[in-house]
């Protein structure tokens, strides 16, 4: 097992990912939600992050690629990866999306909106995001199930990065010690998590539409008996599971935990309810830690990998 390249790997998901849905949050959120949290210094840190954890990616990845251990990466296979390679491309193109995406959240301001700038970034981190596809299983098809699978890739990954971004959002709103909780942060936490919900919905529809297409280009029909005897399929039950958990966790926010706070909200006083409704986040961005954890387990292994 490549630890470095799992590890390197999830880091960079992570981090690109929590970028760009945030910035989507801020930018879809009710006004002054990007004014409630450090919005610039957090997002300039995941784009500098996000450039550290890239030049790793591509160490791992040409070491892969060439048989080499890291120790034995030269500058003249590194070159060759970039200018050869669909993934070198895409590194590439990642490298840019960052610079744009530190620059645009470099100018954003807390005593305004902002929206172009916040656009922007979102834009750029989104175009980041997308880059992830051509490290793993998606670039490997060719023809038209290529551009299908790599197609479907992309959206996942997108759809991904808003969930996950957003609940950092959501995190960061109600993480705010209960003495500096008033009624306007309230309402504004209420709303914020009120409107997320159609959000969040449309989200979770398109990973199970795109997980369903790679999952069939991927395994295929003939591949779901052997799925609990290989080391793949056991991952990937691992994932569905955290995943119905997550989406079972949501469905709480959404129909109880959500209103709750908002019958509340106006009277400035609901320790009770953010206890719960922090609890519950928490618990669900830890789900989705650990599913990023398994995907980039997942993205190193043939799906016929053995147990063991």
Known sequence: ?????????????????????????????????????????????????????????????????????????????LTMIIDETPYGAAWTVRIVALVLAIGS????????????????????????????AWGGHGAMSEGALGFLHLGADILHLLAAAVWMGSLLGLVLLVARPVARMDAEHLHLSWRALHGFSRT???AVAIIVLTGVVNGWLIVGPNGLPSLPSTLYGQLLLAKLAAFAAMVALASLNRFRLTPALGYVASSGAAARELGALRTSLASEATLGIAILALVAWLGTLEPGAATG
């Open 200 to 202: 969040g919905m449309a």
């Open 1 to 77: 097992m490549d630890w470095a390249g799992v590890a390197v790997r999830f880091a960079l998901y992570l981090d690109l990912m929590l970028a760009c849905g945030l910035a989507a949050f801020a930018l879809t959120a009710p006004a002054g939600t990007g004014r409630a949290m450090p919005l610039r210094t957090v997002l300039v840190a995941f784009g500098c992050l996000g450039l550290v954890l890239s030049a790793g990616g591509l160490i791992v990845m040409t070491a892969a690629m060439a048989g080499t251990t890291l120790g034995q990466i030269d500058r003249e296979t």
């Open 105 to 132: 959240a470099s100018t954003i301001r807390g005593a305004e909106p902002a929206s172009t700038r916040i656009a922007a970034s979102a834009a750029a981190f989104a175009l980041a995001v997308a880059t992830l």
